[in-house]
């Protein structure tokens, strides 16, 4: 076992896959979630229980957040038995969730008082990246925090970047969020056409997944909407949640965002007849059944 400490705030579904990749690759790893049930597979495997964000903090070197929200980030953070109520100075925060960028600095520069740097490190790369610890990991703040985290990083992730300055990592998400679902509602087209003239979508999406067409949305979703598989991996109201912090961004910079405009439309609508809980192929599903037309 290594000498850091480390510690793990948030298991759901990315969390308790990249906290076990930490115990497997030999940290000592202390463990909170909200619902304590959660913890009990990391549990068995050696890690800690301790009874709040606190407790954790005060035994651990570097902290790991993974929750849903920017409210969720400060209440883990700056709430009664917070993480900033335990932490040491010269510790690390680093934040894996998908939050504001703005509120990611005003974070930094609130936990900088006590001598705590915080990164944060959004990623990719879905359920799957976080089991095989294949993510992409994209990260802002103090370089050389970075340095000091980055072997155990290399742990969770594969691609693992420092994209600049606090907030720089939550903001080249929002762009991979971008890219994401303006991908994703061009495989719901695609599908939508193929079904509607006659091409077995299948093929089709062996095809174009082949060539200039293809995409992760395309090759990895696509197939899964077909089969009707809509297990929670990542689910509609994250995706959507995400989708907001992307509009907010492209408002704060005075910029169109027509697609975006257009993937939320979809999944909105998607939601609200099927649920939010359901994964993203359910997006391609829901439009290709023919109750879901393209946005005026």
């Given at each position: 076992?290594?000498?850091?400490?480390?510690?793990?705030?948030?298991?759901?579904i990315?969390?308790?896959?990249?906290?076990?990749?930490?115990?497997?690759?030999?940290?000592?790893?202390?463990?909170?979630?909200?619902?304590?049930?959660?913890?009990?597979?990391?549990?068995?495997q050696?890690?800690?229980?301790?009874?709040?964000?606190?407790?954790?903090a005060?035994?651990?070197?570097?902290v790991?957040?993974?929750?849903?929200?920017t409210?969720?980030?400060?209440?883990?953070?700056?709430?009664e038995?917070?993480?900033?109520?335990?932490?040491?100075p010269?510790?690390?925060?680093?934040?894996?969730?998908?939050?504001?960028?703005?509120?990611?600095?005003?974070?930094?520069?609130?936990?900088?008082?006590?001598?705590v740097?915080?990164?944060?490190?959004?990623?990719?790369?879905?359920?799957?990246?976080?089991?095989?610890?294949?993510?992409?990991?994209?990260?802002?703040?103090?370089?050389?925090?970075?340095?000091?985290?980055?072997?155990?990083?290399?742990?969770?992730?594969?691609?693992?970047?420092?994209?600049?300055?606090?907030?720089?990592?939550?903001?080249?998400?929002?762009?991979?969020?971008?890219?994401?679902?303006a991908?994703?509602?061009?495989?719901?087209?695609?599908?939508?056409?193929?079904?509607?003239?006659?091409l077995?979508?299948?093929?089709?999406?062996?095809?174009?997944?082949?060539?200039?067409?293809?995409?992760?949305?395309?090759?990895?979703?696509?197939?899964?909407?077909?089969?009707?598989?809509?297990?929670?991996?990542?689910?509609?109201?994250?995706?959507?949640?995400?989708?907001?912090?992307?509009?907010?961004?492209?408002?704060?910079?005075?910029?169109?965002?027509?697609?975006?405009k257009?993937?939320?439309?979809?999944?909105?609508?998607?939601?609200?007849?099927?649920?939010g809980?359901?994964?993203?192929?359910?997006?391609?599903?829901?439009v290709?059944?023919?109750?879901?037309?393209?946005?005026?």
């Amino acid at each position: 076992m290594t000498t850091v400490q480390l510690g793990y705030v948030g298991l759901g579904i990315m969390g308790s896959s990249m906290a076990a990749n930490l115990l497997r690759a030999g940290f000592g790893v202390s463990v909170w979630n909200r619902t304590a049930s959660r913890a009990a597979d990391l549990v068995e495997q050696g890690a800690l229980r301790k009874t709040s964000a606190r407790e954790v903090a005060a035994a651990s070197d570097i902290v790991f957040i993974n929750v849903t929200d920017t409210p969720d980030v400060e209440a883990v953070l700056f709430g009664e038995d917070g993480i900033a109520r335990g932490i040491r100075p010269g510790s690390i925060v680093v934040d894996h969730s998908t939050i504001s960028p703005e509120s990611t600095r005003l974070f930094a520069d609130k936990l900088a008082n006590q001598g705590v740097t915080l990164l944060d490190a959004p990623v990719t790369g879905g359920d799957v990246g976080a089991k095989n610890a294949t993510l992409s990991i994209m990260v802002g703040g103090d370089r050389h925090a970075f340095d000091r985290v980055l072997p155990v990083l290399e742990k969770v992730g594969k691609t693992i970047t420092h994209v600049g300055v606090s907030g720089m990592g939550q903001l080249c998400k929002l762009c991979n969020q971008v890219a994401v679902f303006a991908n994703l509602a061009g495989a719901c087209e695609a599908i939508q056409l193929a079904r509607a003239c006659g091409l077995d979508p299948a093929t089709m999406l062996k095809v174009v997944g082949a060539g200039a067409g293809a995409s992760w949305q395309l090759i990895n979703v696509g197939p899964k909407a077909l089969s009707g598989d809509f297990a929670p991996g990542f689910t509609l109201d994250l995706s959507l949640k995400d989708l907001g912090l992307v509009a907010q961004a492209f408002e704060a910079a005075g910029i169109d965002h027509e697609t975006v405009k257009a993937a939320v439309l979809y999944m909105s609508r998607v939601r609200n007849e099927s649920g939010g809980k359901l994964a993203t192929p359910a997006m391609i599903q829901g439009v290709i059944s023919g109750r879901h037309q393209a946005p005026n």
